[in-house]
């Protein structure tokens, strides 16, 4: 039971990390006047479900997550002008090449069209174990516990106090 686990885990892993390519190949490929990360989003819905790969439902829920990973890099860049590796709380080196630069490349965009609105800042997102999440560090809402992940990876309960509660842990802005 635990390797079906396991094998679905992997496989809703490789489907953001799908969905994160189709968002930046959309970004690259559109019209800049009509395009927008839930548009994006919703393209790459299409394409996950399309080849198969996971349901609606799981899109959906993988959709939300990228959208929340992506928003939390974007108000980050906008509100700070420290490098994204600061916010990450890890050396950038270390992250496979290719999930950081999707990653870079979606959170810079999403960033230009957060500044359009003026959104006003928000409340940190919680982040819950069994979800999945891109790079950077999770702090445990509960015993302060930082979780790194180097790339895109399943939520676990926190090691320390199996706490199943996070946040993106902030640095501070000297």
């Known amino acids: 039971m635990t390797s079906n686990k396991h094998q679905s885990s992997n496989r809703l892993i490789k489907t953001y990390n799908q ?14 006047s009509d395009l927008s990360l839930q ?4 393209n790459a819905k299409e394409q996950a479900v399309h080849i198969g790969e996971v349901t609606m439902e799981e899109a959906h829920e993988i959709s939300e997550y990228i959208k929340r990973d992506i ?3 974007a108000e980050y860049m906008m509100e700070s002008s420290t490098e994204l590796g600061d916010w990450l709380m890890l050396d950038i080196e270390i992250i496979e090449r290719q999930v ?14 957060l500044e359009q609105f003026q959104n006003p800042p928000h409340e940190p997102n919680e982040y819950h174990s069994g979800e999945i999440t891109g790079p950077g560090t999770l ?29 993106r842990a902030q640095t501070s802005k000297d």
């Open 39 to 42: 548009k994006a989003l919703n």
């Open 19 to 32: 969905m994160m390519a189709a968002i930046r190949e959309t970004f690259e490929n559109a019209d800049t």
């Open 71 to 73: 928003n939390d890099a």
């Open 100 to 113: 950081i630069d999707l990653f870079l490349s979606v959170a810079d965009r999403t960033r230009i069209e």
């Open 139 to 167: 702090v445990c809402s509960q015993c302060g516990h930082n979780i790194s992940f180097i790339t895109t990876g399943e939520i676990e309960p926190c090691p320390e106090c199996k706490n199943t509660t996070f946040q």
